[in-house]
């Protein structure tokens, strides 16, 4: 766990980490990494500054955000208890890529939660993200820092694309680790309910409290999921993402579009860039370590507006491990279309 004198003692007197602490304690909102994705974050307990979240992102009101903390006590006076298995999953993850949906004793703003009575709280496993807890001595809630509907942030520049001059500032801590966002997991219920995959593997929760049910919509696009923010258009880059499960197939895709006149760009692995001819050409990493796909995977899909790639043929990866929740990104990347 996270302690003010375990922090090096650079990021604790840090003079950006000092002010961004003190803007936030105005009700101001700051961009600030975690190790995930970059988050906006503001004071859970205060309602205007967690309207400039909205507001900034462009995010509907009707999709909660998570609570971040930098130790166990911060959660205390705004959840309701802490269940056998949740407590068993707090002692594996935290800090790291793992929420947490707890009910809640409506202490925290109710924009927050988007009128629920139940709290995401996560502690994230970053040391820039844990000293602006510790400085600030405040609870923030940060839904990832994009621009509604975009990929999520994985350096501080996608930050500033996105929301230069629409937030207080940005601390650059470089480039996230994991690249995906956390694992969303509702403990609120006697069984535990999966409702994003993210940096934890469903085998990882599975190895610590046994078998976790799974949010049906994760499957169905017919289904209303249970966490609002699964129900919307997410990830996307402004050309037209298309998933190709044979990758055999993905060259004649390619030769048919560009005959038509259109700029076409491939999303690839290090095992098959070579194979293809396109306009576009991105490898978001290799599928002997389906960690380093998750780690570029935003900034991969970001580079095809850089290059105005107009459609886009994406390889398709195992649904297991990290692969579960990189193929539930890139399904929503594709809004679901598949060739
Ligand atoms: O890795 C992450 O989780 C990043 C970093 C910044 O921590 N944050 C992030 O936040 O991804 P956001 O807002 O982009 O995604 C939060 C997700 C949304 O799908 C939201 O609907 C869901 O969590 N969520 C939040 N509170 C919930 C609740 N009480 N019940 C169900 N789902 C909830
Ligand atoms: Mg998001």
Not at 43 to 72: M, Q, T, W
Not at 187 to 208: D, N
Request: charged content about 25%.
């Amino acid at each position: 766990q996270w302690t003010v004198d375990k922090l090096e003692d650079n990021l604790i007197n840090n003079q950006a980490i000092k002010e961004a602490a003190q803007i936030l304690k105005k009700g101001e909102v700051i961009a600030f990494p975690t190790e995930t994705v970059y988050g906006l974050g503001a004071n859970a307990y205060d309602e205007s500054a967690i309207a400039k979240i909205f507001a900034a992102k462009g995010r509907p009101s009707d999709n909660p955000l998570i609570v971040h903390i930098a130790k166990r006590e911060q959660m205390l006076p705004f959840i309701e208890g802490i269940s056998e298995k949740a407590e068993q999953l707090i002692n594996a993850f935290w800090p790291g890529p793992l929420t947490l949906i707890f009910k809640q004793k409506g202490e925290i703003a109710s924009n927050v939660t988007a009128g629920l009575d139940t709290i995401a709280v996560r502690m994230p496993d970053h040391p820039v993200a844990a000293a602006l807890l510790l400085t600030s001595d405040l609870p923030l809630a940060a839904p990832s820092a994009n621009l509604s509907g975009r990929p999520s942030p994985t350096t501080a520049g996608h930050v500033m694309l996105d929301l230069n001059k629409r937030i207080a500032g940005v601390v650059d801590g470089g480039s996230t680790g994991v690249g995906l966002e956390s694992t969303v997991l509702d403990v609120s219920t006697e069984e535990p309910i999966l409702y994003r995959p993210g940096g934890v593997t469903k085998e990882q929760i599975e190895e610590v409290i046994g078998p976790i049910a799974v949010d049906p919509a994760l499957k169905k696009a017919e289904e209303a999921p249970r966490s609002p923010g699964m129900k919307y258009t997410h990830y996307s880059p402004n050309g037209e993402v298309y998933l190709i499960r044979a990758c055999e197939d993905i060259q004649k895709h390619v030769d048919k579009w560009q005959a038509k006149g259109k700029r076409v760009g491939i999303l690839t692995t290090e095992e098959n860039r070579e194979r293809y001819t396109a306009d576009v050409i991105v490898s978001s990493g290799s599928r002997a370590n389906l960690s380093t796909v998750a780690s570029h995977l935003y900034d991969s899909l970001r580079q095809f507006d850089k290059e105005k790639a107009e459609i886009i043929f994406a390889e398709v990866f195992p649904e297991e491990g990290i692969g579960m929740a990189i193929m539930n990104r890139l399904e929503k990347a594709a809004s679901g279309r598949y060739l």
